[in-house]
């Protein structure tokens, strides 16, 4: 009973301490907002590109011309665009990067076990939750800023997830949450699917998910794409998990695979939300990973506590609320749980969390200015 009692104090503390309540009388202004997570990619790719080391050993990668062809040259500038051309041709100059230690520019995650469901717990909520230590598929006993967006009467239907990784109803919670959730070898279900949707969710009936914990992230991709044509939804997170799946099959050319069909598909979704007038000029996206990895060259593929560089993190935004900074060679030092009360005030809402990122990375105005005005 009374280790219940503690137990049960100790929840509220870790689900009230980086909460993100938002308040009541929040006046929507018009913003949308796309949250994308790369599972375990590390910053030391995104900055530097495909690593010479990992590339010409066997043991990592399967064939060293045929990726050295794909991803390699000399001059790192060069080599991390042709890993991710989308991050460093577009956002690099119309957005800004977070997360390259070189310049000692810093992002981190604040909780230690530097794992997935901690990691996501940590970007959707704002806060470390001590007793959130494995990815055991358990109820997120936290609200996230998903939910307590989607609970606003203007954004009601109006929040979606799609998910590559079967452990997003439990982070997310979903029973309780209340936004449209599509995770894992989930089907898309509903009335009026296009026939492409209708095809993916045949691929999915076909496919063998028996022992796989996420589905391909190209599935996952079509998915969310048909799903934000049909819905426009105003708050949207996808999450990518195709890189860490190749990291912990010690897969590296897979990975940088994965990497560079994450960076095409978000250039995609970049390309259809300036396409439609409900997005263009008022959305931003948030780009980020769960935990980084090991950050030598026998423990790239792993992550955790125990493997030094794991909680090194990285973040991207670009949009009509991100200025162009480009690349952050300033000394900072930023944090995973900074970036749900970031994603209240993209949208300029007003937050009880002082977690966020630096004001001067946003261009909108002060929320209460904002609501002054009106
Ligand atoms: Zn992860």
């Avoid at 949308?32 to 990619?41: A, R, S």
């Avoid at 898309?188 to 022992?211: F, M, P, R, T, Y």
């Avoid at 409900?278 to 990973?289: D, P």
Wanted: charged share 20%.
């Amino acid at each position: 009973m009374k280790l219940g009692l503690v137990l049960g104090l100790l929840l509220c503390w870790g689900s009230t301490l980086g909460s993100g309540d938002l308040r009541t009388e929040d006046v929507p202004t018009g913003q949308n907002l796309f949250v994308i997570t790369l599972d375990g990619f590390r910053w030391q790719e995104l900055f530097n590109g495909a690593d010479s080391a990992l590339l010409n050993d066997p043991e990592w990668t399967a064939d060293a011309d045929y990726n050295k062809a794909l991803y390699w040259d000399n001059d790192p500038e060069v080599r991390r665009a042709r890993l991710m051309p989308f991050f460093w041709n577009v956002i690099a100059r119309k957005g800004q990067l977070h997360g390259n230690r070189a310049y000692g520019n810093n992002c981190n995650t604040s909780n230690f076990y530097q794992i997935s469901y901690p990691g996501y717990n940590e970007i959707f909520t704002g806060g470390t939750d001590p007793l959130i230590s494995s990815n055991a598929k358990v109820h997120n006993g936290n609200k996230n800023m998903l939910e307590y967006i989607s609970a606003m009467p203007a954004y009601a239907g109006k929040v979606a997830a799609f998910a590559s990784w079967d452990a997003f109803p439990y982070i997310f919670n979903r029973e309780r949450s209340g936004f449209y959730l599509n995770a894992g070898p989930e089907a898309v279900q509903g009335e009026s699917l296009s026939k492409g949707q209708q095809s993916l969710n045949g691929i999915l009936a076909h496919a063998d998910n028996s022992e796989q914990a996420t589905r391909d992230d190209r599935i996952t991709f079509l998915s969310a794409l048909d799903y934000v044509k049909r819905r426009t939804p105003k708050v949207f997170f996808l999450g990518f998990s195709g890189t860490d799946d190749a990291g912990h099959d010690k897969s590296y050319d897979r990975y940088l695979r994965s990497a560079n069909e994450a960076d095409r598909m978000i250039g995609e979704l970049w390309n259809l939300v300036q396409s439609l007038p409900q997005y263009r000029g008022n959305t931003t996206f948030l780009i980020t990973t769960d935990h980084g990895r090991g950050a030598r060259k026998n423990t790239w593929y792993n992550h955790g506590f125990f493997v030094g560089g794991s909680s090194q993190t990285w973040m991207a935004l670009i949009g009509s609320q991100a200025k162009a900074l480009g690349e952050n060679k300033a000394p900072a030092q930023l944090y995973q749980k900074q970036i749900a009360g970031s994603m209240a005030w993209l949208l300029g809402l007003r937050t009880r969390s002082r977690n966020t990122l630096p004001l001067t990375c946003f261009r909108a105005v002060a929320p209460n200015e904002q609501l002054a005005v009106k």
